[in-house]
C-alpha cells in the first residue's frame, strides 16, 4: 500500500501529539471527576440531613398543634358543650389546618366520634365536608400503623381540590396502655414544601414509607401523588436500615446518570437528594474541551508546517497519481506535462504519461465503435484476443423479428419518415433485448438479428430470450400508443425463437470480418419468425426453446408448419406470460399480440 510522504509526516506528529495531550487531558480529568464525585456525594448526604432535620422540624410542630387541638376538640365532645374558645383559636385560626377528625378504635371497627372541617378552605374548589368522608376511601390512609403507634404521613392533594397532607397520630390510650382513639388532621401542603424550594442544581424531594411524594420542588408533581418506587434509588433507600444511603444510580426517566443520598425522618418520611453527574462534571469536562482545543490547535499548526515541506517533495507525484485516476476513469484529455513543471525525471515522466494517455485514448474510440456496431461484449472479445477468421460453436439462442407491412409502409413515406420510423423502433428493441443478456447481431433492413449465449453464455440464456421477447411485446404497445397520439400508423411485429448449435466467430477475410453466428439454427429461427405471419401471433418459438425454458412460462402451441430448408415439419408455440416468483403464472398480452393469420412464403402450415 502506498503512502504518501506528506502522509506520513503529518501522521507521526499527530500520534506524538495526540498520545502526549490525551494522557495529560485523562490524568487531569480523571482526578477532576474523582474529586467532583467525592464532593457531591458528601454535599448530597450533608443537604439531605439538612433538609430532614428541618421537615422533623415541621412535622413535629405539627402533630404537637394535632394532638393539642384534637385533645381540644375531644373535651369538647365528651362535656357536650360545643368545641369552645380555645379549640377555635387553635384550629380556626392556624391557617394550616383544613380538616381534624377523631377516630375511636374498636377491634377491628373504626368510628369517626368528632370531625371539624375548614368549609371556607374547600369552597373555592366547589368541595363541601364531604369530600373529606370520600378522601380517607381514596388516600387508603394506613390507620392500622397509627393504631400501633406510628405517626403517618399521607399525600391528600387530588385534581381541582386542596394541596393537603394527612398527619395520623395515637391520641388517647387506656389504662393498659391500648391505643383507643387517633387523630388524623388533613393540613396544607405548603410547611412541607418551604424546605424544598430553595434553588440548588439538585433535585430534592420527600416521599412517605411507601414511596408516595409528599413534598418536591416542583408543586404540581406532589399533587400528582407521583410514586416514586420506579426509581431504583428510591427503592433501596426506602428499605435501608441505616437511616441514611448515598449511591450513583441511572434515572429512569432521563436515562442519565445521578448521585443520590436519602435520610430517613423520625417520622417514616424520607428526604432524597440526587445531582446529575452531567451538570457536576462540567467542570471536568471543561477542562477536557480546552485540552483538546490546545491540542487540536497545535496539530492544526504542525500539519500546516509539514504540509508545506511535504508539498516540495510529493506535490508532482501526488498530481501523476490524481491523473492516472482520471484515466482509469476514461478521461483521456489530461495533459500531465502541463501541470508538472519539473525539469528532472519527474517531468520525463509526465510526457510518458502524455504519449500513454494518447495511445488509450484511440483504444477507448476503437472500442466505443466496436461497442456501437457489435455490442459490448462483442467488442470486448474482439479486443481480449487477436484477430483472424475463425469460429468455435456453441450452444445459443436465435432471434429474428421482422415489421409487417414495412415494404408498403416504406412505398407510401419518405426516406426520412421510414429512417425515423426504424431508429426510434429500433431504440426501443435493442434496448431491452441489451438489458436481458442479449447481443445484437445485425440489422436487415426492418429485421432485427439477436443472439444470447455468444461469445459468452449462460444457463439462463433460453429464459431471458423469452422474457425480451415478453418485454418487447409490452414495450410494442406503449410506442403504438405514442404513434398513435401523433397521428402515425401503429406497427405491427413478427418474433421468432430457436435454440441449437451454431458457429460464432468472424468470417470474411484478411481484409473485411465480421462477427456473427451461423448454421441450420440461425436459419431456422428465422424461418419461425416468418411463420408468424401465417400463425398470426406476434411471438413464436421452437419445442427446442420450450424445453430448455420448463414450465417457467405459459406456453400455448400454435401448431406445426413445413419450413424450407427442413424435411420435418417443424412444432411452434406461443408465449402467453411468465411465472412471477410467488409462482403465479403473469399474463402478458397486447392489441398487437394476435392478428389475422395470412399466408406466407416459405412456410406451409400443416393441418392439426
Not at 26 to 43: G, L, R, T
Not at 247 to 274: C, H, L, M, R, W
Given at each position: ?25 485523562w ?13 457531591v ?22 402533630v404537637?398543634?394535632?394532638r ?8 369538647g ?8 374558645d ?11 389546618f383544613?380538616?381534624l377528625e ?18 371556607e ?14 378522601l ?11 393504631a ?12 381541582k381540590?386542596?394541596?393537603?397532607v394527612?398527619?395520623g ?7 393498659q396502655?391500648k391505643?383507643?382513639h ?10 412541607l ?5 430553595d ?17 418536591h420542588?416542583?408543586e ?7 410514586n ?25 426517566d432521563?436515562?442519565?446518570?445521578y ?5 430517613k ?8 437528594s ?7 462534571l462540567?467542570v ?5 474541551r480546552?485540552a483538546i482545543?490546545v491540542?487540536?490547535?497545535a ?6 508546517f ?5 508539498m ?8 501523476l ?10 478521461n483521456?484529455?489530461v495533459?500531465?506535462r502541463?501541470?508538472?513543471k ?7 515522466l ?8 494518447d ?17 459490448s ?16 460453436s456453441?450452444?445459443?439462442?436465435v ?15 419518405s426516406?426520412e ?31 432485427i438479428m ?12 433460453p ?22 397520439s401523433?397521428?402515425?400508423p401503429?406497427?405491427?411485429i ?7 448449435a ?6 470474411g ?5 465480421e462477427?456473427?453466428?451461423?448454421g ?14 401465417a ?13 430448455k425454458?420448463g414450465?417457467?412460462?405459459k ?8 419450413v ?17 416468483s ?18 406466407a ?5 400443416k393441418?392439426?
Amino acid at each position: 500500500m502506498r503512502i504518501p510522504i506528506s502522509t506520513k509526516l503529518i501522521t507521526v506528529t499527530i500520534l506524538i501529539l495526540v498520545a502526549a495531550t490525551g494522557t495529560i487531558t485523562w490524568i487531569s480529568s480523571a482526578y477532576f471527576e474523582k474529586k467532583a464525585s467525592e464532593q457531591v456525594d458528601i454535599a448530597n448526604l450533608e443537604s439531605a440531613a439538612a433538609k430532614a432535620k428541618e421537615v422533623d422540624n415541621i412535622v413535629s410542630s405539627l402533630v404537637d398543634k394535632t394532638r393539642v387541638t384534637a385533645s381540644l376538640l375531644m373535651k369538647g365532645t365528651s362535656e357536650k358543650n360545643g368545641t369552645g374558645d380555645d379549640f377555635d383559636f387553635n384550629f380556626t385560626k392556624d391557617k394550616n389546618f383544613v380538616a381534624l377528625e377523631i377516630l375511636k378504635l374498636n377491634g377491628s371497627s373504626v368510628e369517626t366520634v368528632a370531625r371539624r372541617v375548614k368549609e371556607e378552605s374547600l369552597r373555592p374548589y366547589g368541595l363541601t365536608a364531604t369530600y373529606l368522608i370520600h378522601l380517607r376511601s381514596w388516600q387508603k390512609f394506613p390507620i392500622r400503623s397509627v393504631a400501633q403507634g406510628s405517626i403517618e404521613l399521607k399525600n391528600a392533594s387530588y385534581p381541582k381540590a386542596p394541596a393537603m397532607v394527612t398527619i395520623g397520630i395515637p391520641l388517647i390510650r387506656d389504662v393498659q396502655g391500648k391505643i383507643t382513639h387517633i387523630a388524623l388532621a388533613d393540613v396544607t401542603l405548603a410547611p412541607l414544601e418551604k424546605p424544598f424550594t430553595d434553588p440548588s442544581e439538585r433535585t430534592q424531594y420527600l416521599v412517605d414509607r411507601y414511596g408516595e411524594l409528599l413534598a418536591h420542588k416542583d408543586e404540581q408533581k406532589a399533587m400528582a401523588r407521583l410514586n416514586m418506587n420506579k426509581n431504583p434509588f428510591v427503592q433501596k433507600a426506602l428499605v435501608q436500615k441505616s437511616p441514611q444511603y448515598q449511591t450513583k444510580f441511572i434515572d429512569p426517566d432521563s436515562e442519565k446518570n445521578y448521585f443520590g443520598a436519602s435520610v430517613k425522618t423520625s417520622f417514616g418520611a424520607t428526604v432524597v437528594s440526587q445531582t446529575s453527574e452531567e451538570t457536576i462534571l462540567e467542570v471536568s469536562h471543561e477542562v477536557k474541551r480546552r485540552a483538546i482545543f490546545v491540542a487540536g490547535s497545535a496539530i492544526s499548526m504542525a500539519i500546516f508546517f509539514i504540509f508545506l515541506f511535504s508539498m516540495t517533495l510529493t506535490s508532482p507525484i501526488e498530481k501523476l497519481a490524481e491523473m492516472i485516476n482520471l484515466v482509469s476513469k476514461g478521461n483521456f484529455d489530461v495533459k500531465a506535462r502541463a501541470q508538472v513543471k519539473s525539469h528532472d525525471e519527474v517531468g520525463d515522466l509526465a510526457e510518458a504519461f502524455d504519449h500513454m494517455t494518447d495511445g488509450l485514448k484511440e483504444r477507448d474510440k476503437v472500442k466505443s465503435l466496436f461497442s456501437k456496431f457489435h455490442g459490448s461484449s462483442v467488442a470486448e472479445d474482439l479486443i481480449s484476443k487477436d484477430i483472424g477468421v475463425g469460429g468455435k460453436s456453441r450452444d445459443v439462442v436465435v432471434f429474428f423479428s421482422d415489421i409487417r407491412g414495412f415494404t408498403a409502409f416504406s412505398e407510401k413515406r419518405s426516406p426520412e419518415e421510414v429512417v425515423e420510423m426504424l431508429n426510434e423502433y429500433f431504440g426501443v428493441m435493442v434496448k431491452i433485448i441489451n438489458a436481458h443478456g442479449g447481443v445484437v447481431d445485425k440489422f436487415i433492413g426492418d429485421a432485427i438479428m439477436a443472439v444470447w449465449g455468444a461469445p459468452r453464455g449462460s444457463d439462463r440464456d433460453p429464459h431471458n430470450a423469452v422474457r425480451a421477447c415478453l418485454e418487447m411485446r409490452k414495450a410494442l404497445e406503449s410506442l403504438n400508443e405514442l404513434r398513435l397520439s401523433r397521428g402515425q400508423p401503429a406497427i405491427n411485429i413478427g418474433m421468432g425463437l430457436h435454440a441449437g448449435a451454431a458457429i460464432s466467430g468472424t468470417i470474411g477475410s484478411d481484409e473485411r470480418m465480421e462477427y456473427t453466428v451461423i448454421g441450420n439454427t440461425v436459419n431456422t429461427a428465422s424461418r419461425i419468425e416468418a411463420s408468424t405471419k401465417a400463425f398470426g401471433a406476434d411471438l413464436l418459438v421452437s419445442d427446442t426453446v420450450v424445453e430448455k425454458i420448463g414450465e417457467d412460462f405459459k406456453i400455448e402451441l400454435a401448431g406445426a408448419a413445413e419450413v424450407k430448408g427442413r424435411s420435418e415439419a417443424l412444432k411452434m408455440f406461443k408465449v402467453r406470460g411468465y411465472r412471477a416468483s410467488d409462482g403465479s403464472m403473469v399474463e402478458v398480452s397486447t392489441p398487437y399480440s394476435d392478428y389475422e393469420a395470412e399466408s406466407a412464403d416459405k412456410v406451409k402450415v400443416k393441418a392439426a
